[in-house]
Nanobody
Framework: QVQLVESGGGLAQPGGSLRLSCAAS????????MSWARQAPGKGLEWVSG????????YYADSLEGRFTISRDNAKNTLYLQMNSLKPEDTALYYC??????????????WGQGTQVTVSL
């Protein structure tokens, strides 16, 4: 069965960095676009970033201001999100999601359980 398992979350200070990982199994990882999304306390789900199946194209939410970088290693079936210059407003539960296509169609059929990121002094 399809599994997406996020890791790498934790507590970071403002201005710090974290690297999230999403280990995928149960499907041909290299055939599907992937995305990261987040949900802050008391707020709705926010799409953060997406990457094509072969890693050729990446997209980001405008609000990130270039602080995050999405990448993938298809040989390791793993998706990454490098988060730099973290701000308290980045505090959220971060999810990875599998798209239904090789490109970013925005239709997700599987989600991970999430990893918590807390940015605080």
């Amino acid at each position: 069965q399809v599994q997406l398992v996020e890791s790498g979350g934790g507590l970071a200070q403002p201005g710090g960095s974290l690297r999230l990982s999403c280990a995928a199994s149960g499907f041909t990882f290299s055939s599907y676009a992937m995305s990261w999304a987040r949900q802050a306390p008391g707020k709705g789900l926010e799409w953060v970033s997406g990457i094509f199946s072969d890693g050729s194209d990446t997209y980001y939410a405008d609000s990130l201001e270039g602080r995050f970088t999405i990448s993938r290693d298809n040989a390791k079936n793993t998706l990454y999100l490098q988060m730099n210059s973290l701000k308290p407003e980045d505090t959220a539960l971060y999810y990875c999601a599998k798209d239904r296509a090789t490109f970013l169609r925005g239709e997700y059929d599987y989600w991970g359980q999430g990893t918590q990121v807390t940015v605080s002094l």
